[in-house]
């Protein structure tokens, strides 16, 4: 069987890879230009340097690089058998994701005068698109082929960038750490995509699920990366000045006390009073999503420790009782259990930031709410915009929506988000069913054998091991 498997990889990885290739270097020669701040045409004496967006964005742009790269991939890096995959597959498949994004998010954004203008801001958000199609991959991991995972990112980025734009675009919500737009998408298309894929055999267990001392290492090592980094994630895409001040902040005082919360969860849950690794690797994040639709308002220090301790114990319940009942009952497997990291989280996080938006007012914010809430703005003409313009100037027109139209639009935005998610998932679920895109057998689940060479002492290096709580579902 495993003969047979490597002889239809080595054929059909290398046509796909070569298809795609061909296509994104055909559309990067038609469509893809520089933009102002890159193209050395647009630069006179009277121009700045320093002034140059790189300088800003860049440094956003590495940390959410270091985030894809190496926190996601160590952190999928925790089973015995699949290291390679873990890591490798993530590197695969970021980096098409990437590429792809460019292209399509920049049709819908970044088009004009029949060219897409690329900059550094452009790869940043191309960046956010490959982090929802990682999440997704993560409900799945495993249990899908390189071929699989790189025909899910051809279809997620698009119908991600559709819905990004559709929902910025026309319901113009607040979401700065993407916990709508991002987060929830990401988790339901995953799911979506593994109802289809569902492997009955697996809820009992898979004997190479199980992880060992060394992969666990290295999976707390991607969770420490992503830890470190996530204030850049949350806070890239808010304005510049005091609110992407308050976003740094909550991410890191949410992210701080949903990890301790996670430790006392973690030895207070586990029938011998210890900690799981599992926990430790995935729970820990948890207040980095909580905050994430709220993470530039004025939620206060004590909002932001409040939700990562809100966030991080729907989190850990989840892990212990959602995922096997999803499993058991639903028919959902969610290998990762992205379903806790990102969607309840996501939900949690979303309605926090309803709450807050109908709380706000020029009392807390002063004039600067309607920088803060844009769309609250009084419309062009209102001369109520004129004296706001007085005290700040640049504030733009808005469309004069009250804080309970605001909320509406969010919820809106919420069902928008779930409903395109689900029903794309599932019909990326049955593209990546097909058996030409080499689907592995049960029995090579969680396999790095079926496609890489490994070392000779692989299997002898495979130290005992114990069942990762996050992947195991028993009765």
């Known amino acids: 069987m495993t003969k047979i498997f490597s002889s239809s990889l080595r054929c059909q990885l290398p046509v796909l890879v070569a298809i795609l290739e061909v296509l994104l270097l055909v559309l990067y020669a038609v469509f893809v230009t520089y933009d102002d701040s890159t193209n050395a045409a647009c630069q006179t004496n009277q121009t700045d340097p320093l002034q140059n967006s790189v300088y800003h964005v860049y440094p956003f742009f590495v940390d959410v690089q270091v985030m894809i790269f190496i926190g996601f991939g160590c952190l999928l890096a925790f089973m015995k058998r699949y290291g390679f995959g873990g890591m490798v597959f993530n590197f695969l498949t970021a980096t098409f994701a990437i590429q792809w994004a460019v292209i399509v998010q920049g049709f819908f954004q970044f088009y004009h005068d029949g060219k897409i203008h690329v900059g550094v801001f452009n ?192 989190c850990m319940l989840g892990y212990k009782y959602l995922t096997p009942f999803m499993a058991k009952k639903l028919r959902i497997q969610d290998q990762c259990g992205i379903h806790n990291l990102h969607g309840l989280t996501g939900l949690i ?83 990546l069913s097909l058996p030409v895109l080499a689907q592995p057998p049960d029995e090579f689940c969680f396999d790095d054998t079926l496609y890489f060479e490994v070392p000779e002492e692989f299997d002898n290096n495979v130290l005992p091991t114990r069942n990762h709580d996050m992947v195991v579902i028993k009765d």
């Not at 569902?198 to 991607?222: A, F, W």
């Not at 109908?358 to 009084?378: K, V, W």
């Not at 069902?415 to 599932?426: E, N, T």
């Open 123 to 314: 790869l940043l958000n191309a960046e956010f698109a490959c982090a929802v199609v990682l999440i997704s991959f993560g409900a799945i991991l495993g249990r899908t082929s390189p071929i699989q995972l790189l025909v899910m990112a051809l279809l997620e980025v698009p119908i991600f960038a559709v819905t990004e734009w559709a929902i910025l675009k026309y319901l113009k919500i607040n979401d700065a750490g993407g916990s709508i737009v991002i987060h929830i998408f990401a988790c339901y298309f995953g799911l979506g995509v593994s109802t289809v894929l569902y492997r009955p055999c697996l809820n009992e267990g898979h004997s190479k699920e199980g992880t060992t001392y060394q992969s666990d290492i290295l999976s707390v090592m991607g969770t420490l990366f992503l830890w470190v980094f996530w204030p850049s994630f949350n806070s890239s895409l808010t304005l510049p000045g005091d609110d992407q001040h308050r976003a740094i902040i909550h991410t890191f005082i949410g992210l701080s006390s949903s990890t301790l919360t996670a430790f006392a969860l973690s030895a207070l849950l586990n029938r011998k009073g210890k900690l799981t690794m599992a926990d430790i690797q995935n729970v820990t994040l948890a207040g980095g999503v909580t905050v994430g639709a709220s993470v530039d308002m004025m939620i206060s220090p004590v909002g932001a420790f409040a939700l990562g301790m809100i966030g991080c114990t729907a």
């Open 349 to 431: 996080s979303t309605m926090a930031g309803i709450i807050c938006i109908l709380i706000a007012s020029e009392d807390t914010y002063g004039p600067s709410l309607y920088q803060t809430f844009a769309h609250r703005a009084p419309v062009e003409g209102d001369p109520r915009l004129k004296e706001l313009q007085e005290l700040i100037p640049g504030l733009n027109p808005g469309e004069g929506r009250s804080a309970s139209k605001q909320a509406l639009y969010q919820v809106a935005a919420l069902g928008v988000s779930i409903g395109v998610s689900v029903a794309g998932g599932l019909l990326t679920g049955l593209v």
